[in-house]
């Protein structure tokens, strides 16, 4: 989302970026009305006229610049002169060589990139080049690390039957501890089904029986069931 009165090209022109995801502002409080403050205060400092502030929402960072609703429009029509503002490096990029090849396309172009947490104009000199080849590989790793902790958490879980959330099975319940335990009514519903299953009783039957009792099934449930508890005997 573009918020801005004058966006025209020709003349430089001076803009801010922020970007965030849910899952981001939830957790770590990143806020757009934060990032947004942030740029307008750097701007002021540095005798910058803000022409607009690009808005992200809900948009990855592991998705290249070019190819964002709002950053890559943006990046596209910048010329000479031009000036764009970040708060963070992971705001702009979570990929090294995203990293390098916007900055190196903006150098050739005549564009200055200031991201605040490194200082300003990364793309001045040898010095900040180096440091932002640094940066977005070591923000690029850490999102791996993190990813990977996320994989090994989950699969530790899993094999100690914790609850990782989405539906409860059939015949289970959400422990206090986060582990699955057995619901003892609908674990005596199962034997039951298997029991009907066994005698020639339809899905549709076995399903219409265990609603009477109370259950909330369907016939495509008891079956989803029945294939489970064969698995595991």
Do not use: W
């Amino acid at each position: 989302m573009l918020q801005a009165d004058n966006l025209t090209e020709g003349d430089m022109a001076v803009y801010g970026y922020c970007r965030v995801s849910t899952l981001k502002q939830a957790s770590e409080g990143e806020s757009l009305d934060v990032q947004r403050r942030q740029i307008e205060g750097y701007a002021h400092m540095h005798g910058f006229a803000l022409d607009g502030v690009v808005v992200e929402e809900g948009v990855s960072g592991s998705i290249p610049v070019a190819e964002r609703p709002a950053a890559g429009p943006l990046f596209a029509k910048l010329t000479a002169g031009d000036i764009v503002i970040a708060p963070k490096l992971d705001r702009l990029f979570r990929s090294a060589l995203d990293a390098l090849k916007v900055v190196e396309d903006l150098k050739a172009r005549g564009v200055k990139l200031h991201l605040l947490d490194l200082g300003g104009d990364i793309a001045g000199n040898g010095l900040s080049k180096l440091f932002l080849t640094i940066s977005a590989a070591f923000a690029e790793a850490e999102r791996d690390r993190i990813r990977e902790r996320v994989a090994q958490v989950k699969a530790d879980q899993k094999a100690r039957g914790r609850y990782l959330g989405g539906k409860i099975p059939f015949g289970f319940r959400a422990g206090a501890g986060g582990e699955l335990v057995e619901d003892p009514s609908e674990q005596a519903a199962i034997r039951e089904m298997e029991a009907l299953r066994a005698s020639g009783a339809p899905l549709r039957a076995i399903a219409d029986t265990m609603r009477g009792k109370g259950f909330k099934i369907s016939h495509e449930g008891v079956a989803g069931v029945l294939r489970a508890r064969a698995a595991l005997s």
